[in-house]
């Protein structure tokens, strides 16, 4: 079965700590991505990787970080220095980010509530 | 820049009658232009695309979306409700050319169908 998979799917944190997100897939896609989704909000981009070993801050990366060490991999860091993470949380992935046509599948997202 | 409208957070529809989802969107490029359906608590899935082919384009579920450039518009339709098709609904833009392959969300509409 191809696809996106994330875990875990709920995760608590209390304030002050980091936690990390897992995001895999096994569609051979070289572009990832993160977004953040509140309420009424749609979705908003916290980075993206468009090749192993690089990738770029969105819209909203401060408090975030991420690594691209394998290409099946993209997992995403909330620390402490993110002041609001309660949210939930999408991996996304798609062939490259070029030419803005490559449709992105999405995993089944995490939901993040800091306690 | 790019940006896209949803004109309504919120449409309520009886099972069996037409569905109409507006959305609006501004880009200085030709835009690819996309539906994306959430059901509660679950990843986002592809109802459908446009890149710049037939201007009627028809996806999956009986849904389909027309591109007018004149009104600046992307409303998505199905002819008769059902109540699997209550979920939230995000009408996406990407312009070709533009950077990186990102894709703009507009902040959903949530679809209700009543029996």
């Known amino acids: 079965d191809g696809g996106i998979t994330q875990s875990p799917k709920y995760l608590f944190r209390k304030e002050g700590q980091n936690v990390t997100l897992s995001c895999e897939q096994n569609l051979n896609h070289d572009a990832m991505y993160w977004y953040r989704q509140d309420p009424g909000q749609g979705l908003r981009l916290i980075y993206y990787?468009?090749?192993?070993?690089?990738?770029q801050k969105g819209d909203i990366a401060e408090g975030y970080s991420v690594s691209r060490e394998k290409k099946e991999s993209f997992p995403l860091t909330v620390t402490s220095a993110q002041k609001n993470p309660t949210a939930f949380y999408l991996c996304?992935?798609?062939?490259?980010?070029?030419?803005?046509?490559?449709?992105?599948?999405f995993g089944p997202g995490t939901r993040l509530t800091v306690l | 820049a790019q940006s896209v409208t949803q004109l309504d957070s919120h449409v309520s529809v009886s099972e069996g009658t037409p569905v109409l989802l507006r959305c609006n969107y501004s880009?200085?490029?030709?835009?690819?232009l996309f539906w994306y359906v959430q059901h509660p608590n679950k990843g986002l899935q592809l109802l459908l695309k446009y890149t710049s082919a037939a201007t009627l384009v028809k996806g999956i579920n009986g849904f389909e979306a027309e591109f007018k450039k004149s009104e600046t518009s992307f409303h998505l339709t199905k002819p008769s409700a059902h109540m699997s098709d209550a979920a939230e609904y995000f009408c996406?833009?990407?312009?070709?050319?533009?950077?990186?392959?990102?894709?703009?969300f507009g902040k959903g509409t949530k679809l209700s169908v009543k029996p």
């Open positions: 880009s200085s490029y030709s835009p690819s």
């Open positions: 990787s468009q090749i192993v070993n690089d990738f």
């Open positions: 996304a992935s798609s062939i490259s980010t070029s030419g803005g046509e490559n449709e992105q599948f």
């Open positions: 996406v833009v990407s312009a070709v050319g533009g950077s990186q392959g990102n894709l703009i």
